[in-house]
């Protein structure tokens, strides 16, 4: 089983691109460029073992290349284990772009990604995440037809954060059912990091519930939106990790969870709709244990949305992908009985479940 160990920010450096690609795994790994638009993609496809990879295509401003390289490989390792987990009959896959999305996206900026993600006939599924939209998908869906996440009127499921967002709020509801022996969230005291879509979509579940709720984003017009229609307790980044709180839930990007902002956190349970919270799987799962912190993995509670996204594939459904995204509840308490019965921590016992199914159909005769 690869551990977090073998793929920190030093051994990801030291190893160089192949090196990179074979201690997680993947199977390919696309490069793409396109001068007249500006474009530079990386496609990470992890596993194809469970059916084609599907994972979305994340826009970011990323300090250099080796970020970008390094983030589309643990998102895509990711994504095969949260598809595997769900019981989805998909692999794992992710995009990257790298660049500014409000100086560079464009109807034939979209097009052409559309084009390089046609390219590779099926083995990758993209769709929306950070910083791209249904309206993208949208552009991309007129070069290719192996794309989620599209909208209503073009026979998609339209946002996916709606689902992520149920998804995470179950699973935070089975967390604090075996921190506090009840699910209810009244009184309990939340603090979402990141209120982009996801991060909007629990903070009103999480009010509705009658939690209270503090919020905190680099965005400060994302902040004042949603205090001025929603009763949210505005923070400051920087201290958020000191807040006297129940419940932390990390909705922006991933790694928060290290050395430092454990030791700071004084909350019973962390529940999150970010990919990769752990900035080292072994060193910082153990941390939590250790603080008696009930952590639900990332890859298990965020899982709605890619849900929402293969009910696409043969015909979308809007009542299946919710009976789908509602078992995270029931599975999310399964992996915690899984990790107490077997001595880990609940992020290795969900990748232990995920990796076996894996395995196991690895062993059949060809792929998808």
């Known amino acids: 089983m690869l551990t977090q160990q073998e793929i920190t920010q030093e051994t990801v450096n030291k190893a160089g691109v192949f090196g990179q690609i074979d201690k997680l795994g993947h199977e390919q790994v696309v490069f ?19 059916g084609p990879a599907l994972g979305g295509t994340r826009f970011w401003n990323y300090k250099n290349e080796a ?3 390094r983030d589309v490989l643990r998102l895509s390792r990711g994504m095969s284990y949260k598809n595997s987990i769900s019981g989805i009959h998909l692999g794992g896959g992710k995009a990257v772009i790298i660049g500014d999305p409000a100086k560079l996206s464009s109807e034939a900026f979209w097009r052409r990604y559309g084009q390089f993600v046609n390219s590779l006939n099926g083995k990758y599924y993209t769709a ?11 552009y991309v869906s007129l070069e290719t037809k192996y794309v989620a996440g599209k909208p ?7 946002d996916p954060s709606p689902f992520t967002a149920y998804g995470v ?52 017009a994302k902040l004042k939106a949603l205090a001025n229609r ?28 290290d050395t430092d902002n454990i030791e700071r956190l004084k909350c019973r349970v962390i529940a999150g709709a970010a990919n990769n919270q752990l900035e080292d799987e072994l060193e910082h799962g153990k941390m939590l244990i250790d603080k008696g912190i009930v952590y639900a993995p990332d890859f298990l509670i965020n899982a709605g949305g890619v849900i ?7 015909g979308y459904n809007r009542d299946r992908a919710m009976v789908g ?6 599975r999310t308490l399964e992996i915690f009985a899984k990790a107490e019965a077997e001595g880990l921590t609940p992020h290795f016992a969900a990748l232990k479940l995920a990796e076996e199914r894996i395995a196991a159909i690895a062993k059949l005769s060809g792929k998808w």
């Open 32 to 50: 793409c460029q396109d001068r007249e638009t500006g474009l530079k993609a990386i496609i990470a496809v992890h596993s194809s073992i469970l």
């Open 67 to 69: 970020e970008a390289l």
């Open 128 to 138: 929306e995440d950070v910083g791209t939209s249904t309206a993208d998908m949208e």
């Open 152 to 158: 209503d009127y073009l026979g998609g499921g339209g």
């Open 169 to 220: 709020y179950l699973g935070m509801k089975a967390a604090a059912k075996k921190a506090w022996g009840t699910d209810s969230l009244v009184g309990k005291k939340v603090l979402v990091e990141g209120v982009g879509n996801v991060g909007t979509f629990l903070t009103e579940r999480l009010v509705a519930e009658g939690a209270i709720v503090y919020v905190c984003d680099l965005n400060e």
């Open 230 to 257: 929603l009763p949210v307790n505005v923070v400051a980044p920087g201290i958020a990790y000191d807040l006297d709180i129940d419940i932390y839930a990390p909705c922006a990007m991933g790694a928060t969870l």
């Open 308 to 314: 929402n996204c293969y009910m696409e594939l043969g």
């Open 325 to 330: 995204t509602e078992r995270i509840y029931d």
